[in-house]
């Protein structure tokens, strides 16, 4: 709402009292779960984990990784500096590769995990290759949401350290301005009038600030989506339609794609302000289908989900992990809707299947961290 408020686009509509209640007092509700969730800590006494154990598993998880690209006939990343931009959506085999990216993308925040508790830096580099597999098969959302949970565990092991918050800031500062850069060369090259200051209808107020124009690119891509929730908000003429709110809303990606015809989506979609920015927050379709109610339920889902997985997952190994997960998944909320994505909730639903099958690990070491509290 901060960036929103700088008032850079001329393409965005005033947000409404009634969103802006919506938004805050949803955010002061998740302050005061966040308080009482706070007093949920790691208890659980870490037994050094077996490199041999976790060595098999990423080998399997590399077979299945292999098998997939033989299956799809090549490795995405590839195909598309070939010309082909399909991406992970045509990628692997039907199921196992929904299992192949929760598991992964899971065990990559995991290793990361037991490197910073001094496991070796096997785990490391274990880490670093399952999460390479996401950039691997163009699976963008995937290598954000693992990224973000990997900075939470940091921040969790560590806490925020001076060095970690001046290292961090300028490695955001770079990126945002690396991407806006990019954006810029993708678009027109090294001169002339940048593209995107027309497609995001730059105010008078951005052209005569002196920002330069690359960072009007993450400008829009942070506020937009918020601009295009309020289009609905305003707009919506639809009626109600809660058995595709249930199955669009509620459901992962790889279940509601078997129970929604292609032919039902284009009149799910979200309004646009433009057709380049193309995200509308966690509500946007949620509104566009039951409402305010739809807004009302997808918020208390993420809300109960969240608050499940943290109470059956205390004093488990992959407590820190998941919690990590969860807080990545509700960051990009921002963007949209993170559970429903493959590369989202089945980072959770894989912790939650490893713990079915977690016995105590203290045989091989003593490593007892202090507790840690949820940030």
Not at 110 to 119: A, I, M, P, S, T
Not at 344 to 362: D, Q, R, S, Y
């Amino acid at each position: 709402m901060g960036v929103y408020s700088l008032g850079y686009s001329d393409l965005y509509p005033p947000l409404q009292t009634s969103l802006v209640a919506f938004l805050l007092v949803s955010s002061m509700i998740c302050i005061c779960l966040a308080c009482g969730v706070a007093t949920i800590q790691d208890t659980c006494r870490y037994g050094r984990e077996p490199l041999r154990f976790h060595m098999g598993v990423f080998f399997v998880l590399a077979g299945l990784f292999a098998a997939e690209c033989v299956y799809s006939g090549g490795i995405p990343l590839l195909s598309a500096a070939a010309g082909d931009d399909s991406g992970y959506a045509s990628f692997g085999i039907p199921t196992v590769n929904v299992a192949f990216i929760g598991f992964s993308l899971f065990y990559a925040v995991y290793w990361f995990d037991l490197y910073l508790l001094k496991n070796g830096r096997a785990f490391l580099a274990m880490s670093l290759m399952a999460a390479s597999t996401s950039i691997l098969i163009v699976h963008r959302g995937g290598f954000i949401i693992t990224f973000v949970a990997t900075v939470y565990v940091y921040i969790q092991r560590r806490g925020l350290e001076r060095r970690f918050i001046i290292s961090f800031c300028a490695v955001i500062a770079t990126v945002l301005w690396g991407f806006g850069f990019l954006g810029d060369l993708r678009t027109h090259g090294v001169t002339g009038e940048s593209l995107i200051l027309d497609i995001g209808k730059a105010s008078d107020k951005f052209l005569d600030s002196n920002i330069p124009t690359e960072l009007f690119w993450p400008y829009l891509y942070i506020s937009s989506p918020l601009s295009n929730l309020q289009l609905n908000v305003t707009n919506r003429i639809a009626e109600d339609k809660p058995a595709l709110y249930v199955a669009l809303n509620l459901l992962p990606d790889f279940v509601s794609k078997r129970l929604v015809s292609e032919d039902a989506l284009p009149a799910t979609l979200p309004l646009l302000i433009t057709d380049q920015l193309t995200v509308s927050t966690m509500y946007g379709r949620a509104f566009v289908l039951m409402g305010w109610l739809g807004v009302f339920i997808s918020f208390m889902y993420f809300v109960v989900i969240a608050l499940v997985c943290l109470k059956m997952l205390r004093g488990s190994k992959y407590f820190i992990a998941t919690s990590s997960i969860l807080s990545s998944l509700g960051f990009l909320n921002i963007f949209d809707n993170m559970y429903l994505f493959a590369g989202g909730i089945t980072l959770v639903m894989a912790a939650l299947v490893l713990h079915l099958f977690e016995k105590p690990n203290l045989e091989h070491g003593a490593l007892t961290p202090s507790p840690t509290r949820l940030q």
